[in-house]
């Protein structure tokens, strides 16, 4: 390009367009005898995990080749025979191989190996228990540190906070971009956050969010325009109801069930008898207190402690379920108190009858209720930027240079 610019701007004025003609035909002949053997080794050769993005370079070169081809047969019909046409061909070859040299002596080995190999090592978590950790990072920090507030982006979140180092990081979630901002600025720091998991992939419509409360949300369809969330309903459902708060649901139906069958005046003392604790996920580690039931599933680990009845009423019990892998699965835990109301907390600690009661829905879990949150409301509760920005800073952290 630099050589036919020169070319046009510099010496006789009735040569300029037949020595552009010469090297553009003398660049168009080296691509044409380059980008074959090219093509065959990118399209033939497995290099592994590279290999799509060696298919993708051979796909590339076949339009490529058919532009060159075609600017052969223009600058040769019009500039053959004319004297000069040879040597500025021969100039044009030597243009492509200047740049080769010039390639090979300024190589950098960039960052698109190492992008390569990530896509294809483990798993990486599920967008729900990604938020999760991090809402959980954030809220036991603001516990123990109530002057400081939430930081005003991740990447703000120091090495002593003891979190993993991954969630400093918005882009450690593959397909998905973190979207974090802090909300409620107070002169203490921020008081509130939002946090969610957007897609960068159309292939996924799932987005999760959380927010001080700790109770991660899951969005579906987030990402369709606001016309379009206004044709249709978009679901907003709670996480926790297929895992610990199921768990919970579960023991309190037991225990009814039982007293339905055998005395529905008084609780029973304990749960020998009601639930085949073999039955259940495999132990994580004994509980401290012998009433205590430390169980788990996966990454998920929570202490089940059943309260029998300590007055009158005797037909009213309680059981405490609370998060012991805090940030690694779950994050609140809950409390169903002796007047059968069901309490929640984000904090590493087990829920008391004191803590904020279950949405609607939760309590509801399993009728297909869609959750009416104040917060992340369905019609709107990320911003349609947010989405757009997303997929463009994807483009751009996702570069192979």
Same mark, same amino acid.
């Given at each position: ?36 053997? *090219? ?21 590339? %070169? ?42 090979? +002596?300024?190589?950098? !080995? ?5 992008? +390569? ?141 039982? *007293? ?53 009423? *005797? ?5 405490? %379920? ?23 907390? +984000?904090?590493? !600690? ?8 279950? %949405? ?35 483009? *751009? ?5």
């Amino acid at each position: 390009m630099l050589a036919c610019i020169a070319a046009l701007r510099t010496g006789e004025t009735s040569k300029r367009n037949l020595r552009v003609a010469g090297i553009s035909f003398g660049v168009a002949l080296s691509f044409c005898l380059l980008s074959l053997p *090219m093509a065959c080794a990118a399209e033939f050769t497995d290099w592994g995990n590279h290999g799509g993005y060696l298919a993708a370079f051979a796909a590339f %070169l076949l339009p490529c080749l058919a532009f060159s081809f075609w600017l052969l047969v223009v600058t040769w019909r019009f500039a053959k025979g004319q004297e000069g046409f040879v040597t500025c061909a021969l100039a044009g070859i030597g243009c492509v191989v200047l740049v080769c040299c010039l390639i090979n +002596a300024t190589e950098v !080995r960039g960052s698109g190996e190492a992008k +390569a190999n990530a896509r294809f090592q483990h798993l990486t978590p599920h967008p729900d228990s990604h938020v999760g950790a991090i809402a959980a990072c954030l809220i036991r920090h603001h516990i123990l540190h109530p002057d400081e507030g939430f930081p005003s982006s991740l990447e703000d979140i120091p090495s002593d906070w003891n979190c993993a180092s991954n969630l400093r990081d918005p882009w450690a979630l593959q397909k998905y971009w973190i979207y974090y901002f802090p909300v409620e600025p107070s002169p203490r720091g921020f008081q509130d956050f939002r946090i969610a998991s957007i897609f960068t992939d159309d292939s996924a419509w799932l987005v999760a969010a959380a927010d001080k409360r700790g109770e991660v949300l899951q969005l579906q369809g987030a990402g369709l325009s606001i016309a379009e969330r206004k044709k249709r309903e978009i679901p907003l459902r709670t996480v926790d109801g297929e895992g610990i708060l199921w768990m919970l649901f579960n023991v309190r139906d037991a225990v009814k069930t039982y *007293m339905n069958g055998h005395d529905v005046n008084n609780a029973p003392q304990s749960l020998d008898g009601i639930i085949d604790f073999g039955k259940l996920p495999s132990s994580c580690h004994d509980g401290e207190n012998p009433q205590d039931i430390v169980v788990g599933q996966g990454d998920l680990c929570y202490d089940l402690r059943y309260l029998p009845p300590r007055k009158t009423p *005797m037909s009213e019990f309680a059981i405490s %379920l609370q998060c012991v892998s805090y940030g690694n699965g779950c994050v609140r835990s809950y409390f169903l108190d002796y007047g059968g109301t069901i309490h929640a907390t +984000a904090e590493p !600690r087990a829920a008391t009858n004191e803590d904020l009661g279950l %949405l609607q829905c939760e309590i509801s879990h399993g009728s297909g209720q869609q959750c009416d949150d104040p917060v992340w409301a369905a019609s709107g509760g990320i911003p349609q930027w947010a989405f757009t920005r997303a997929k463009l800073l994807s483009i *751009m952290h996702s570069a192979t240079w």
